[in-house]
T-cell receptor, first 111, second 114 residues
Framework: RKEVEQDPGPFNVPEGATVAFNCTYSNSASQSFFWYRQDCRKEPKLLMSVYSSGNEDGRFTAQLNRASQYISLLIRDSKLSDSATYLCVVDANQAGTALIFGKGTTLSVSS | DAGVIQSPRHEVTEMGQEVTLRCKPISGHNSLFWYRQTMMRGLELLIYFNNNVPIDDSGMPEDRFSAKMPNASFSTLKIQPSEPRDSAVYFC????????????FGSGTQLSVL
């Protein structure tokens, strides 16, 4: 099983739609979880951290399900500017080990 | 702050040549990371430093790759000799403390080995 798995998509949605991405991780002891956003030909940038109780930032909601070892990202009222690749990121929970990135889910929002 | 600065932005070289990528982390950040991104494999960690000391280099593909961090404000990733399969985007990132924290990425170096 890969350490961090995501559906690559692409997800093609109209403006205003609600879209959700899931990500599964293999290490049950992982403690840190993030969603990063990467625009075409650009560097990844932190979108939001994911907390155990779930958290919201405007139109974006992140959830963590430890029992099933998955993380989700919900985007409400999609905008054209949300078109990007969304990367799920998890720590490997081994001392001195850096963050592990999923391959990303591509979202395309059209008018 | 200027953010993480990488150079060059693009590098085109011929197989067998030496390639050196450079990175200046954000001032005050204690950890520096080198990642490589390809369509097939996504973002892979190559190596990371904490307080200028290499902590985990298990992602370095082979002996052709080497990385140094002589001081807190500069790091290099060298490939010698380069091969076509090394073609990728190489990102440098830094974080304030350790590996489980928010990463700030540079703009990357697009490497093409012909």
């Amino acid at each position: 099983r890969k350490e961090v798995e995501q559906d690559p998509g692409p997800f093609n949605v109209p403006e205003g739609a609600t879209v959700a991405f899931n990500c599964t991780y293999s290490n049950s002891a992982s403690q840190s979880f993030f969603w990063y956003r990467q625009d075409c030909r650009k560097e990844p940038k932190l979108l939001m951290s994911v907390y155990s109780s779930g958290n919201e930032d405007g139109r974006f909601t992140a959830q963590l399900n430890r029992a099933s070892q998955y993380i989700s990202l919900l985007i409400r009222d999609s905008k054209l500017s949300d078109s990007a690749t969304y990367l799920c990121v998890v720590d490997a929970n081994q001392a001195g080990t850096a963050l592990i990135f999923g391959k990303g889910t591509t979202l395309s929002v059209s008018s | 702050d200027a953010g993480v600065i990488q150079s060059p932005r693009h590098e085109v070289t011929e197989m067998g040549q030496e390639v050196t990528l450079r990175c200046k982390p954000i001032s005050g950040h204690n950890s520096l990371f080198w990642y490589r991104q390809t369509m097939m494999r996504g973002l892979e960690l190559l190596i990371y430093f904490n307080n200028n000391v290499p902590i985990d280099d298990s992602g370095m593909p082979e002996d052709r790759f080497s990385a140094k961090m002589p001081n807190a404000s500069f790091s290099t990733l060298k490939i010698q000799p380069s091969e076509p399969r090394d073609s990728a985007v190489y990102f440098c990132a830094s974080s304030e403390q350790g590996p489980g924290e928010k990463l700030f990425f540079g703009s990357g170096t697009q490497l093409s080995v012909l």
